[in-house]
């Protein structure tokens, strides 16, 4: 099981913490690191400043979002971003819900997710292999383009540039059965939002077909910390954002993968306590079970004896999300 350092997505401001501890992991031998984006900061441009500062460690995107750009766009930036690098990147990939979708990017939720993935994958893997100009007859993706509105002008192009690699991983974030079962089939790995080693039942029957050599990468919060519960916190402030914040209360993706995991009330609880406003309330009605579970907490010989776990089932790499160098050295001593 390889380990990734995973650095999510600004808060208020740059976190000037996250060079430093890209350069941290690579020195430990960490294999990749990895960004995110909401509604703030964008994924590309912070990997792209780490890059810069880094020369082996890979370099992923987790998640960049979908509906933030067109296939091609997020194709020409993994592709260049993949040369500038010297052949690192790893794209991350996911389509968000339809809050962000429509209230951020106003665009429409596809109706079909599904489909809307398949076809976003399909071109960028079209771009990345450069065989013949890109083309696809799709419903959410057409291309050339033939709305209505159109001139009837578009021409189908290849890039002028050419990529380094034409295999370049794309990896996907999926929540529901189905996607994850279609994540197998057309992406080279999955990023699970959240992963509990102990209830691995969870996602077999979607990962039942996953071909050899697929990634399977979920991220978890690690803390060498005396007081599990204290350690504890951020989990469950991360979860009851999640949960309780990222989504309608009839339409939240990660509220029902709660649900799937055993804790159905409590995801109903957390999340009517957050679009209420009780957001502290939110926070500390996520089971501690759950959020231990989702992350490795506590002194050392705890977080050994729990990654043990993590390392029986189908992952093979942990993006690690951790507050502090010791602890990255810490996760790197443990599973070498």
């Not at 990734?4 to 960490?30: N, S």
């Not at 400043?49 to 960049?64: D, E």
């Not at 500038?84 to 109706?111: C, H, K, N, T």
């Not at 696809?136 to 009837?152: E, K, S, V, W």
Request: aromatic share 8%; hydrophobic share 40%; proline share 9%.
């Amino acid at each position: 099981m390889r380990l990734g350092l995973a650095l999510g997505y600004w808060g208020r401001g740059p976190d000037p913490r996250h060079v430093e501890l890209a350069q941290e992991a690579e020195r430990l031998g960490y294999d990749s690191v990895w960004t995110a984006e909401a509604w703030g900061s964008d994924a590309f441009t912070t990997l792209t400043w780490i890059a810069a500062h880094t020369s082996r460690i890979k370099l992923g995107t987790a998640i960049a979002q979908m509906a933030a750009r067109t296939p091609t766009a997020t194709a020409m930036q993994a592709l260049t971003l993949d040369h500038l690098s010297g052949g690192r990147m790893l794209l991350g990939l996911g389509l968000s819900g339809p809050q962000v979708v429509e209230g951020w990017y106003g665009r429409p939720f596809p109706a079909s997710p599904l489909t809307a993935t398949r076809e976003y994958v399909d071109i960028v893997r079209q771009v990345l292999r450069r065989e013949a100009p890109v083309t696809l007859d799709g419903r959410f993706h057409p291309l050339p383009y033939r709305g209505p509105d159109a001139t009837g002008l578009g021409k189908p192009l290849k890039p002028i540039t050419h990529p380094r690699r034409p295999g370049l991983p794309v990896l996907l974030g999926a929540e529901g059965p189905k996607n994850i079962a279609q994540t197998t089939r057309i992406a080279d790995g999955w990023l699970p939002l959240y992963w509990s080693p102990y209830r691995t039942d969870v996602y077999e029957p979607s990962l039942a077909d996953a071909p050899e050599g697929f990634l399977v990468a979920p991220m978890a919060r690690a803390h060498v910390c005396d007081d599990v519960a204290e350690g504890l916190l951020p989990v469950k402030a991360m979860l009851a954002f999640y949960i309780g914040g990222m989504g309608h209360a009839t339409r939240n993706f990660h509220a029902d993968l709660m649900s799937r995991m055993g804790h159905a009330d409590a995801a109903h609880r957390i999340q009517d306590l957050f679009l209420r406003g009780r957001r502290d309330e939110a926070v500390h009605a996520v089971p501690d079970t759950f959020a231990d579970a989702v992350s490795l907490i506590g002194p050392r010989p705890r977080i050994a004896d729990r990654l043990t776990a993590w390392r029986k089932g189908p992952v093979t790499d942990l993006l690690i999300t951790a507050p502090d160098p010791k602890t990255l050295r810490a996760l790197a001593e443990l599973n070498s």
